[in-house]
């Protein structure tokens, strides 16, 4: 990496894309590619730099798209090969970067390698997966119970770290490893500039398979599983990507609670190019642990130029706004903290309108590990049906749809989508905000207050986590470039900080 000449996507801010719940174009009452590409002019207005799909292709949809029985093709229920070649192609045409979501962890049980693999205990594909004669105690995720799930006709247990319907692939079979690099030649070839790699922390086992306490206590082994091989394995992802040209992206889900652990996935610059850190996602609106969370960021991020990212939900998780209580005012100052620090950050869909997650009752939730609520489908238009003409979405709105509704948002001076937008604005038009250097400055507990710096571009961000004001000495002499409550833009700043607002500030003669 050259650092005079950062590679795109340390500048760039990327937006998740929950395909099933962001827009139906057929009326089938679930999001599909065709509905993404009739919003991508909507992405390119809120001024976010690239989309990540999550899972589009061929599944049976046990666990909504992560369960794949075919990598290279798309799901007819969210279209075509040439749909998505076209999606490709068109948000190019705008600028806007394209990751796939890469599933590497395990299969669908109908995926046609797994069907071999259990013929037979002899079949050349037994060993793409990992069968044995005992169970040990390893639970799965998503309250699947046990790991291990009995195949009756061949008398082995079969290994799933998620639901039975998800075997996991042994990646110590070279081809599996061969195959696995395929697909993601397969996507390359066609133009996708990366991939979000799903749980990639998980694809290494244990090879004694030794029963683990923290299973016994009831966690599931995905929560910490962290094997050295699994650096391996990403070293080999690397390298295929490596082997295109355009700085091509991996950003790994390295789905562990620990700074330290997850940053050792970056490798010495020749694993991951950018790690999520979920330790913010868990955070409730508060300080101390965001300074925490920064701070071990700077403590463990690897030298080699690694790069951080910033993840404050996505679709496994509560949303910003109802993780901090409801507060519009804390999800508004959330935004300019996600959109000033130094790293990568990640809009999950919605954010950009306020969105609370879905209240759904529980029979008419469809997840099996009950993450439905920040899945709920986005509100387009303020009257129902909320721009999801045709059939009823699968999941319920969220709360507020019609006043919350993405048009009424774009032309309103004062909404949070104007917030993002603005704010996605400054950082475009700052080196400072998107690849200076950060330095906290000393301020009072219950605020933040911190500078990027790239050269001669400067730019001070002061946050106040709490429903009372507060001075902000280190803010007087500068002037407001966005506050989360709008208030006082284009003036100098006042030296207080209203409750729960944010600034982003720049030098007076700016
Ligand atoms: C992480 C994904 O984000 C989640 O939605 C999925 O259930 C698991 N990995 C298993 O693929």
């Given at each position: 990496?050259?650092?005079?000449?950062?590679?795109?996507?340390?500048?760039?801010?990327?937006?998740?894309?929950?395909?099933?719940?962001?827009?139906?174009?057929?009326?089938?009452?679930?999001?599909?590619?065709?509905?993404?590409?009739?919003?991508?002019?909507?992405?390119?207005?809120?001024?976010?730099?690239?989309?990540?799909?999550?899972?589009?292709?061929?599944?049976?949809?046990?666990?909504?798209?992560?369960?794949?029985?075919?990598?290279?093709?798309?799901?007819?229920?969210?279209?075509?090969?040439?749909?998505?070649?076209?999606?490709?192609?068109?948000?190019?045409?705008?600028?806007?970067?394209?990751?796939?979501?890469?599933?590497?962890?395990?299969?669908?049980?109908?995926?046609?390698?797994?069907?071999?693999?259990?013929?037979?205990?002899?079949?050349?594909?037994?060993?793409?997966?990992?069968?044995?004669?005992?169970?040990?105690?390893?639970?799965?995720?998503?309250?699947?119970?046990?790991?291990?799930?009995?195949?009756?006709?061949?008398?082995?247990?079969?290994?799933?770290?998620?639901?039975?319907?998800?075997?996991?692939?042994?990646?110590?079979?070279?081809?599996?490893?061969?195959?696995?690099?395929?697909?993601?030649?397969?996507?390359?070839?066609?133009?996708?500039?990366?991939?979000?790699?799903?749980?990639?922390?998980?694809?290494?086992?244990?090879?004694?398979?030794?029963?683990?306490?923290?299973?016994?206590?009831?966690?599931?082994?995905?929560?910490?599983?962290?094997?050295?091989?699994?650096?391996?394995?990403?070293?080999?992802?690397?390298?295929?990507?490596?082997?295109?040209?355009?700085?091509?992206?991996?950003?790994?889900?390295?789905?562990?609670?620990?700074?330290?652990?997850?940053?050792?996935?970056?490798?010495?610059?020749?694993?991951?190019?950018?790690?999520?850190?979920?330790?913010?996602?868990?955070?409730?609106?508060?300080?101390?642990?965001?300074?925490?969370?920064?701070?071990?960021?700077?403590?463990?991020?690897?030298?080699?130029?690694?790069?951080?990212?910033?993840?404050?939900?996505?679709?496994?998780?509560?949303?910003?706004?109802?993780?901090?209580?409801?507060?519009?005012?804390?999800?508004h100052a959330?935004?300019v903290?996600?959109?000033?620090?130094?790293?990568?950050?990640?809009?999950?869909?919605?954010?950009?309108?306020?969105?609370?997650?879905?209240?759904?009752?529980?029979?008419?939730?469809?997840?099996?590990?009950?993450?439905?609520?920040?899945?709920?489908?986005?509100?387009?238009?303020?009257?129902?049906?909320?721009?999801?003409?045709?059939?009823?979405?699968?999941?319920?709105?969220?709360?507020?749809?019609?006043?919350?509704?993405?048009?009424?948002?774009?032309?309103?001076?004062d909404?949070?989508?104007?917030l993002?937008?603005r704010l996605?604005?400054?950082?475009?038009?700052?080196?400072?905000?998107?690849?200076?250097?950060?330095?906290?400055?000393?301020?009072?507990?219950?605020?933040?207050?911190?500078?990027?710096?790239?050269?001669?571009?400067?730019?001070?961000i002061c946050i106040n986590?709490?429903?009372?004001?507060?001075?902000?000495?280190?803010g007087?002499?500068?002037s407001v470039q966005v506050a989360s409550d709008g208030a006082g833009e284009g003036q100098?700043f006042?030296?207080?900080l209203r409750?729960?607002q944010a600034v982003l500030l720049?030098?007076?003669?700016?």
């Amino acid at each position: 990496m050259n650092p005079q000449n950062p590679p795109w996507w340390q500048g760039a801010v990327i937006y998740q894309i929950y395909p099933r719940s962001f827009a139906d174009a057929n009326g089938d009452g679930i999001g599909d590619l065709q509905g993404v590409r009739a919003r991508l002019d909507y992405l390119a207005e809120l001024g976010v730099d690239g989309l990540w799909l999550s899972p589009v292709f061929r599944s049976p949809m046990a666990d909504a798209g992560y369960d794949i029985s075919d990598y290279c093709d798309i799901d007819p229920l969210f279209g075509s090969l040439d749909e998505m070649q076209q999606l490709i192609d068109e948000a190019h045409a705008r600028g806007l970067k394209v990751l796939l979501d890469f599933v590497p962890n395990h299969t669908s049980d109908q995926h046609p390698w797994f069907l071999e693999s259990r013929a037979s205990p002899d079949n050349p594909k037994r060993d793409w997966y990992i069968w044995r004669d005992e169970p040990n105690n390893w639970r799965a995720a998503l309250g699947a119970g046990s790991a291990w799930s009995w195949d009756e006709p061949t008398q082995q247990y079969y290994l799933h770290l998620f639901l039975p319907q998800q075997p996991d692939l042994n990646w110590r079979n070279p081809a599996v490893v061969e195959a696995m690099h395929g697909v993601l030649r397969f996507w390359l070839d066609r133009g996708v500039d990366g991939f979000r790699i799903d749980v990639i922390h998980c694809t290494a086992k244990d090879e004694t398979f030794a029963d683990d306490p923290r299973c016994l206590a009831g966690l599931p082994l995905s929560d910490f599983n962290d094997q050295p091989y699994s650096h391996e394995i990403l070293r080999g992802l690397r390298r295929v990507v490596d082997g295109y040209p355009g700085e091509r992206v991996l950003v790994g889900e390295v789905n562990i609670r620990s700074t330290e652990r997850v940053l050792s996935y970056y490798g010495a610059g020749d694993e991951l190019h950018l790690a999520f850190n979920f330790t913010p996602l868990d955070a409730p609106w508060d300080p101390i642990l965001f300074r925490t969370c920064i701070h071990d960021v700077q403590q463990w991020l690897p030298p080699a130029g690694a790069w951080p990212t910033w993840v404050l939900s996505n679709h496994d998780n509560p949303r910003q706004r109802s993780r901090y209580r409801g507060s519009l005012g804390a999800a508004h100052a959330s935004a300019v903290l996600l959109l000033t620090l130094r790293g990568t950050p990640f809009i999950y869909q919605g954010e950009e309108l306020g969105l609370l997650d879905a209240q759904i009752d529980a029979a008419a939730r469809s997840d099996p590990g009950g993450r439905d609520g920040c899945r709920a489908p986005i509100p387009w238009q303020a009257a129902p049906p909320h721009g999801w003409e045709g059939a009823a979405p699968w999941l319920p709105f969220p709360p507020e749809a019609d006043s919350r509704a993405a048009e009424l948002q774009r032309t309103a001076a004062d909404s949070t989508f104007a917030l993002y937008r603005r704010l996605l604005a400054a950082r475009k038009a700052s080196a400072a905000l998107r690849l200076g250097g950060f330095e906290e400055l000393a301020a009072h507990p219950e605020l933040m207050v911190y500078r990027r710096q790239c050269e001669g571009d400067v730019r001070l961000i002061c946050i106040n986590f709490v429903e009372r004001a507060h001075a902000c000495p280190h803010g007087l002499g500068w002037s407001v470039q966005v506050a989360s409550d709008g208030a006082g833009e284009g003036q100098p700043f006042d030296g207080t900080l209203r409750p729960l607002q944010a600034v982003l500030l720049r030098p007076h003669e700016d």
